[in-house]
């Protein structure tokens, strides 16, 4: 005798980006971004006390890239998250296209008030790249954006603990 199993509930989650995605695209972010506003943070929140002004989004490597999608994707605001932190992005893997999405949320955002948190940790390998994006989006004086360059002496994995330790300082107004 076979057990039925139970079927999850289905979520705003789709798998047709994640298949069709093309390498020089955002890859998944579109969806990803879209089950953790949809399905995910409203879940924990109705369970749990969260301040949504407290929101992070973090991610090391081709992780670190998303809380950069996720900035350009909700341009020009309202944004699901108060502070995107990036470590050691690998940025160079679709480099043409965060300069193209970086220029696209310039022209949606403008002058308008950009009210989030916005860390580039960078370590050794992938810093040099890390350091163009951050010099591109600091050129463009975007108003209330908080950026903050956090360099480390560190190779690409090393760098995570640090970083995350010198993140949640800011985060919690401890930093050095």
Not at 105 to 130: C, Y
């Amino acid at each position: 005798m076979r057990c039925a199993r139970r079927r999850p509930k289905r979520s705003s989650f789709r798998f047709t980006t994640w298949v069709n995605a093309k390498p020089t695209s955002t890859y998944r972010a579109p969806s990803t971004l879209a089950f953790l506003t949809k399905d995910l943070i409203p879940y924990i929140e109705s369970r749990y006390r969260a301040d949504p002004r407290q929101r992070v989004i973090s991610g090391l490597s081709t992780g670190g890239n998303f809380p950069f999608w996720a900035l350009a994707l909700e341009a020009p605001g309202p944004w699901s998250f108060a502070h995107y932190w990036s470590t050691e992005g690998a940025f160079w893997q679709q480099q043409d296209t965060v300069y193209a999405e970086e220029q696209h949320m310039f022209e949606l955002i403008g002058q308008k008030p950009f009210p989030v948190t916005f860390i580039i940790a960078r370590g050794s390998a992938n810093g040099p790249l890390d350091k163009l994006l951050y010099d591109k989006i600091a050129a463009r004086h975007y108003q209330q954006l908080r950026l903050i360059d956090l360099p480390y002496p560190f190779g690409h994995v090393e760098t995570d603990v640090p970083s995350f330790i010198d993140e949640l300082a800011i985060l919690t107004g401890n930093s050095r």
